[in-house]
């Protein structure tokens, strides 16, 4: 109302566990590629302080071997600490990069493109300045959403540390 008091700020703690948590979601589609296989492509994700869920296409429950596979994956780019690269570049030259979009989704005539190691996608979330800054990508579930759709479900940083250590408690 009129004459009301806002609070227009944000909590730095939670927006840099999003930042990593958003920036797994990169790391994850490039882990689930590298295992399953290149035919793996987002069909959508959601992003929190403490989780994400990253949802992919494929035809079959992944094995525990392939879960743990992704997750050492994962981890390895988060130990090479790659930068974190942001550019914005017309659509056609995003491509020409190999840069990838996300299915359905509508582009402008310019796009923002982030590169950190192997991954390039096309996306407007905010990242982390260096991979080394997730700390750690722990999954936590995988299952069936809808035919030819799975979900994984992990935490990063803090939520992940915390969860190994009230694991081996």
């Known amino acids: ?37 290149d035919h793996v492509n987002q069909a959508g994700s959601h992003v929190q302080a403490d989780r ?6 494929h035809f079959e429950a992944p094995t525990d071997a392939h879960i743990r596979a992704i997750e050492a994956d994962a981890n390895g780019k988060v130990i090479e600490n790659d930068g974190v690269a942001t550019d914005v570049l017309p659509f056609d030259e995003a491509k020409e990069r190999g840069a990838i979009a996300l299915f359905g989704e509508k582009y402008g005539d310019v796009v923002r493109v982030i590169t950190m190691g192997e991954s390039v996608e096309f996306c407007g979330g905010t990242h982390v300045k260096q991979t080394g800054d997730i700390d750690l990508v ?3 579930r995988e299952e069936a ?6 979900r994984l479900e992990a935490e990063v940083g803090e939520a992940a540390r915390s969860r190994t250590a009230t694991h081996y408690e």
């Open 1 to 37: 109302k009129v004459g009301q008091k806002v609070w227009a700020g944000y909590n730095p703690g939670a927006r840099k566990q999003i930042r990593a948590h958003h920036s797994a979601t990169h790391i994850l589609h490039s882990s689930l590629r590298n295992v399953l296989g």
């Open 52 to 57: 994400l869920r990253f949802d992919y296409s």
């Open 145 to 150: 959403i809808a035919s030819g759709v799975r």
């Open 138 to 140: 722990l999954v936590a």
